[in-house]
T-cell receptor
Framework: GNSVTQMEGPVTLSEEAFLTINCTYT??????LFWYVQYPGEGLQLLLK?????DKGSNKGFEATYRKETTSFHLEKGSVQVSDSAVYFC???????????????FGQGTILTVHP | GAGVSQSPSNKVTEKGKDVELRCDPI?????LYWYRQSLGQGLEFLIY????????KSGLPSDRFSAERTGGSVSTLTIQRTQQEDSAVYLC????????????FGPGTRLTVT
């Protein structure tokens, strides 16, 4: 079955530091890949996505590249801010067709804390 | 426009009671998903609706769990004879499936079984 593995947290950084959160996946075919973020006390929000190999998703200074050869979708940001403190989830979904279209399989989440 | 809404936001119930959780998806979204978020299990898929049909119920943990969707819109997740291990945040998401796989999540219902 499908699975997503994220680097274990928590991750603690100082403001303006470089961020990488690793994510690798196991899936058949060509899944779509996502990063979702959950800010304290809020619901899950889509941060970025990529739907085919070599696509780069980007949003709010975050980016991730769909690497089929390494089955990875690592999240990066060049300079984090205190407001980026949240839980980050990597996820995948299978493509159109079949009975499970769009069903998301999530990684375990990575807690990020950014200090001033 | 309005996002996905869920009610109640919090529910405390006694073990053995039945509960109903409601989800109002984004208007026009044909696909609807239920997930559960708990400390021990992370985020787990429960059930997927396309219109009023549920092609994938594979994530429902037991026959105490059921869900329905009416009018291609509102969905209700029912848990019968609740157990303490049912305590979790239940999340609903909807998607305009034909334009892409991204899902939009509601704020969740926090269920506590005492």
């Amino acid at each position: 079955g499908n699975s997503v593995t994220q680097m274990e947290g928590p991750v603690t950084l100082s403001e303006e530091a470089f961020l990488t959160i690793n994510c690798t996946y196991t899936a058949t075919g060509y899944p779509s890949l996502f990063w979702y973020v959950q800010y304290p006390g809020e619901g899950l929000q889509l941060l970025l996505k990529a739907t085919k190999a070599d696509d780069k998703g980007s949003n709010k200074g975050f980016e991730a590249t769909y690497r089929k050869e390494t089955t990875s979708f690592h999240l990066e940001k060049g300079s984090v801010q205190v407001s980026d403190s949240a839980v980050y989830f990597c996820a995948l979904s299978q493509g159109a067709g079949g009975t499970s279209y769009g069903k998301l399989t999530f990684g375990q989440g990575t807690i990020l804390t950014v200090h001033p | 426009g309005a996002g996905v809404s869920q009610s109640p936001s919090n529910k405390v119930t006694e073990k053995g009671k039945d509960v109903e959780l409601r989800c109002d998806p984004i208007s026009g979204h044909t696909a609807l998903y239920w997930y559960r978020q708990s400390l021990g299990q992370g985020l787990e898929f429960l059930i997927y609706f396309q219109g009023n049909s549920a092609p994938d119920k594979s994530g429902l943990p037991s026959d105490r769990f059921s869900a329905e969707r009416t009018g291609g819109s509102v969905s209700t997740l029912t848990i019968q004879r609740t157990q303490q291990e049912d305590s979790a945040v239940y999340l609903c998401a909807s998607s305009l499936a034909r334009t892409g796989p991204e899902q939009y999540f509601g704020p969740g219902t926090r269920l506590t079984v005492t």
